[in-house]
């Protein structure tokens, strides 16, 4: 049994992955094209998500008892930060300002 909590906070947490995609295709200038766009932390966030939705249900069937979804998606959605952390060197994930977007989207107007 999944409570509301389970879902809206993570919920959440996926709309600001996939908020930092979009604003560092923006940043970055780097032309919208559908084969090419690349979201990365919202995939890996989403995947792991999905992991610890399953990793709950299995233990609900094993141990017969709920058990507390945040206990799995939790660590799942902070190794999918970890993930992204080292595998794509995003620094600028740990400084990331969402004022700045606003500021670049002032930049490419002109």
Same mark, same amino acid.
Request: net charge positive.
């Given at each position: 049994m999944l409570g509301l909590g389970d879902i809206i906070i993570p919920g959440m947490f996926l709309s600001l992955c /996939?908020?930092?995609d979009i604003d560092n295709l $923006? $940043?970055?200038?780097i032309r919208f094209k559908f084969s090419q766009f690349g979201m990365k932390l919202y995939n890996?966030? /989403?995947g792991l998500y999905v992991l610890g939705l399953v990793l709950t249900y299995l233990a609900l069937y094993v141990f017969k008892h709920p058990q507390p979804a945040l206990v799995f998606i939790v660590p799942c959605l902070t190794i999918s930060l970890l993930v992204n952390l080292c595998w794509n060197k995003r620094i600028s994930l740990l400084k990331y300002n969402s004022s700045a977007m606003a500021k670049s989207e002032e930049s490419l107007k002109v």
């Open positions: /996939f908020k930092y $923006i $940043i970055n200038r890996v966030a /989403f």
